[in-house]
C-alpha cells in the first residue's frame, strides 16, 4: 500500500472542498473496498478524507411518504430498520444477500453505490485493464469471463456492478443526492448515476470530482410481492451471476397487474427493460415470462466462459415470476 495523507472532515462541505482541492484525493466511509484494493495497489489515493463524522448516518421519512437514507448509513442498519423491511422488502433481502454480517456492519449505502468491478484482471495489476488503466487493454475479452457482462459491454471493457443493493434500488426507482464542492446540490436518478463503459470504463458514475454522496431517498411504497433472487456460486459470501430484483401485483389467479424488475450481474450497472416489465403486463403465464425473457436478453452476447449467463437468466426470471403470480 503506498503512503497517504489523512484528514478527517466535520462537515459535508469540507468533506467535498477536501478531495476537490488535492489530485487524487478520495473519500473513506467504511473502507471495506477502497483498503482492498489500496493494498493491492489498483487504488493509490494521495489523500484520503473520513466521511463518517458527517451526520449522514440517520433514516428519516420524507414529506412525501418516502425514506431517505443518510450515506453513512450502514447496510447492516439499513436492512433491519423496519420501515425498509415492512414497505421495501427487496431492498432489505438484498443487502441481507451481500457479503457477511462483518462487512454489512461497516459497509455504508454511499460506499456500496460506489463499490468497483470484481473483474479478476481489474485486480491483478501485472494484467492490462482498460478500466485501472485506460488504453492498457482488457484481459477479460479474451480470458476467462465467467462473472462477466453479457449485456451493455465494449471491446474495451466486459466488467459488472457487484451491488445488491443498487439493483433493488434500481427497481424501487431511488434517487441520489449529492454536495458539490461549490455548495451546489444534485438530486441524480439511480438509472442514470451508474455508466457503461463505452470507450472510457474508467469513469463509472455520473459524479464530478468532489462531488460527494449525501443520501439516498426512495418514493413512497409501492407494495406487492417484493423478491430479491439472488444465484450465485456458494450460498453466502459470493457475488451474483444473475440476480432479479422483483416488485409485481398480481390478482389472486396469477395474472400480472403491474411489475418492476431489475437485473444484476448482468451488465456495469444495474438493468431494467421497461419492456419486460410491460410484456409480463400484457401477456399471461409462462409465456408472457418467455417474452419478458426475450425483451431482457435482446443484445445480449456471452464472450465464452460466461455464455451459460443467458440461459440462467431465462431460468431465473422465469422462477421469479412463477413465484410472484402463483395462484
Not at 466511509?29 to 448516518?57: F, I, M, Q, W
Request: charged share 25%; with cysteine.
Amino acid at each position: 500500500m503506498k503512503a497517504f495523507t489523512f484528514q478527517r472532515a466535520v462537515t459535508p462541505a469540507e468533506a467535498a472542498r477536501a478531495v476537490a482541492a488535492k489530485p487524487g484525493a478520495t473519500f473513506i466511509g467504511g473502507g471495506t473496498n477502497l483498503l482492498d484494493l489500496a493494498k493491492l495497489e489498483v487504488e493509490t489515493p494521495s489523500h484520503v478524507v473520513d466521511v463518517n463524522r458527517l451526520g449522514l448516518d440517520k433514516i428519516e421519512g420524507t414529506a412525501d411518504g418516502g425514506l431517505r437514507i443518510g450515506a453513512s448509513v450502514r447496510n447492516s442498519d439499513l436492512a433491519a430498520d423496519m420501515r425498509v423491511r415492512r414497505d421495501y422488502a427487496v431492498l432489505s433481502r438484498a443487502l441481507l444477500s451481500g457479503a457477511t454480517g462483518q462487512l454489512r456492519n461497516k459497509a455504508t449505502t454511499a460506499g456500496n453505490l460506489l463499490q468497483r468491478t470484481r473483474c479478476y484482471y481489474f485486480y491483478d495489476v501485472t494484467k492490462p485493464c482498460n478500466k485501472r488503466e485506460p488504453g492498457s487493454g482488457c484481459s477479460a475479452l479474451g480470458g476467462f469471463n465467467r462473472i462477466h457482462a453479457i449485456l451493455g459491454a465494449s471491446d474495451k471493457c466486459i466488467a459488472t456492478n457487484p451491488s445488491d443493493m443498487c439493483v433493488a434500488m434500481r427497481a424501487l426507482d431511488a434517487t441520489v443526492e449529492t454536495l458539490q464542492p461549490d455548495g451546489a446540490t444534485r438530486a441524480i436518478p439511480i438509472e442514470d448515476f451508474h455508466r457503461l463503459p463505452g470507450s472510457t470504463p474508467e469513469v463509472e458514475t455520473v459524479l464530478k470530482p468532489g462531488e460527494l454522496i449525501t443520501a439516498v431517498t426512495l418514493p413512497k411504497p409501492v407494495g406487492g410481492t417484493q423478491i430479491y433472487r439472488k444465484v450465485r456460486d456458494r450460498a453466502s459470501y459470493a457475488f451474483a451471476l444473475v440476480s432479479v430484483a422483483a416488485i409485481v401485483h398480481a390478482d389472486p389467479g396469477g395474472k400480472v397487474r403491474q411489475a418492476r424488475m431489475a437485473f444484476g450481474g448482468l451488465a456495469l450497472k444495474p438493468w431494467r427493460v421497461p419492456a419486460a416489465e410491460a410484456a409480463l403486463v400484457q401477456g399471461s403465464g409462462p409465456a408472457a415470462a418467455e417474452e419478458a425473457a426475450d425483451e431482457v436478453l435482446r443484445g445480449a452476447r456471452g464472450f465464452g466462459s460466461n455464455d451459460f449467463k443467458i440461459p440462467l437468466t431465462r431460468r431465473t426470471l422465469r422462477s421469479v415470476v412463477a413465484d410472484v403470480t402463483r395462484a
